[in-house]
């Protein structure tokens, strides 16, 4: 289990391949990638900021939650920090179990949580300024999907 | 004293992120920065802004040590 | 969108590193692997056959269909066939798409479709011999969520 | 003449996996193969074991021409 904030940019595929390694027991393996849109030029750069040592106690309880929850063997969290251009990769969520549905919904919920209530604060930088932003509403619903008792 | 973070628009109203503020509770720390600026303080005061003291959230008062960290955590975006 | 089946091994890490590349308006892609579980040395094979023209038409009608239904941006799967070792990657899906929700439903349902339902005849070869495989109950079931009127 | 392709379980009970039968329709073809090898010929009339001309699935019986390709399919596994 490994939860890392960067500010690094990252490549995805990289982090699949290192989380897919010796595994022998292993059946499914899902991955997230986020990545910063353009919107058209509307968006510039997106920045993150985070609370070093509070942001990632807060997702590595998340994740040890979720790897409880759906009996995963491993799951990987990495995020970006500070200024992130379009195109680039902005999350990598990966999760590991012995079969797919453990995989897909744990990968799923741990994103669905992520987006709405992980404490970062985000702006959008466009040729019009800067905004703060807040999780969509789209957000809350997908995370309040998992609320409640756990099937 | 305490170390006091501000994030997110926070920081942006205060024009500052991080500074020492002599202050042996919460609730003298929160009047302390209301002196050197009302806005700020509103901005703290309001219901959407949580208080993490030594990065464990709390509700209300709080007694601060010379080495406690204060942080006001605005609405979260999410990642 | 691409379908390919192949005999050589491949890295999924590698895969989604050339998926996730240049893609300015994609928010979200969602990926699947599926390794060849050694089953505590109950099974030392894998085989997979199939049947060309036919397999790979099939699996690329149901990718079509899949980027209609979700509103997808891309899509690639990438299927071993032959002789597969543990821990050895047997399919690769990933789906691109602005949005989470689409990305993640997507890849689902693909898996579902491709572990139950694809033109592939599965041999596990193991110290007490071989035998094919049909789908499980589970496979089944959930392959089944997807059926009637997409949402 | 068409080539016939057995596949999965069905290739193991035949000992081969494609050959040539002459047939000009798909119930000479069974006929052929039955005459060949009554077993193998039980096994492709299951009600589970599909067959596909030219690539195409198909029920009941269709006409083959020298090139035709037809496959026996058994009950899919999935990947």
Known sequence: MSVTLQAEPFDPGALLTAFAAGRAETGAIA??????????GT?????????????????????????GRFGLQDALVVHRIGPIAPGEAIV?????????????????????????????????????GARWIEPTQQDRTDAARWDGDPK | MARVLLFGRLADIAGWRERDVAAGTLSE??????????DLAEALSG????VAVDKALLRG??????????????????G
Do not use: N
């Open chain 2, 61 to 78: 008062e709080a007694t601060l040590s010379a080495t406690s960290e204060v942080a006001f955590l605005p609405p979260m975006s999410g």
């Open chain 1, 92 to 128: 990598f969520v990966a999760t590991a179990a012995a079969h797919r549905r453990a995989a897909f919904e744990a990968c799923d919920h741990l994103m669905d949580w992520l987006k709405s209530r992980a404490p970062f604060w985000k702006k959008e930088v466009g040729p019009g």
């Open chain 2, 29 to 38: 720390l929160r009047a302390t920065l209301a002196a050197l600026d009302p």
């Open chain 2, 47 to 50: 219901p959407s802004v949580q």
């Open chain 1, 31 to 40: 991955s997230f990638t986020g990545l910063a849109r353009a919107e058209q």
């Open chain 1, 43 to 67: 968006t510039t750069t997106l920045e993150l900021e985070a609370y070093p040592g509070f942001t990632d106690a807060a997702i590595a309880e998340m994740v040890a939650a979720a790897v």
